[in-house]
């Protein structure tokens, strides 16, 4: 079962910008924890970008896209984001938004609930 409805995937340019969206299904997403991952073939889900439920608000990036990446939530349209900037071809991946009661690491396996995923492939 899907959880999320995610969006904003595509085929975009070195340098580029894409802004991710994921649309919770069935549940509160201001209750919970919300992170967004990345997998390619033959490798672990990788935590991208992870933020707190609101009354901590603290968010935890990934070396690797710390100051490109912003998470972000609207809990009027219970949806998140994950806006993209100066994507780089080692960016490509499906990328994933989950949301869990926990959040320390932000790893794959502090979050319950999860979409199915949208392709973003960054080729110059």
């Known amino acids: 079962q899907d959880h999320f409805a995610e969006s904003g995937g595509g085929l975009v340019q070195p340098g580029s910008s894409l802004r991710l969206s994921c649309e919770a299904q069935?549940?509160?997403?201001?209750?919970?924890?919300i992170g967004w991952f990345r997998q390619v073939p033959g490798k672990e889900r990788e935590g991208v970008a992870c933020?707190?439920?609101?009354?901590?608000?603290?968010?935890v990036y990934s070396n690797r896209v710390k100051g490109r990446f912003t998470i972000s939530k609207n809990k009027h349209y219970n949806m998140a984001y994950l806006e993209m900037e100066n994507l780089k071809i080692e960016d490509t991946g499906v990328y994933s938004c989950?949301?869990?009661?926990?959040?320390?690491?932000?790893?794959?396996?502090?979050?319950?609930?999860w979409g199915q995923g949208t392709q973003v492939t960054v080729s110059s």
């Open positions: 069935g549940f509160i997403l201001d209750y919970y924890y």
């Open positions: 933020l707190a439920s609101e009354s901590d608000g603290s968010t």
């Open positions: 989950a949301a869990g009661p926990f959040m320390k690491d932000c790893i794959a396996a502090e979050f319950t609930y």
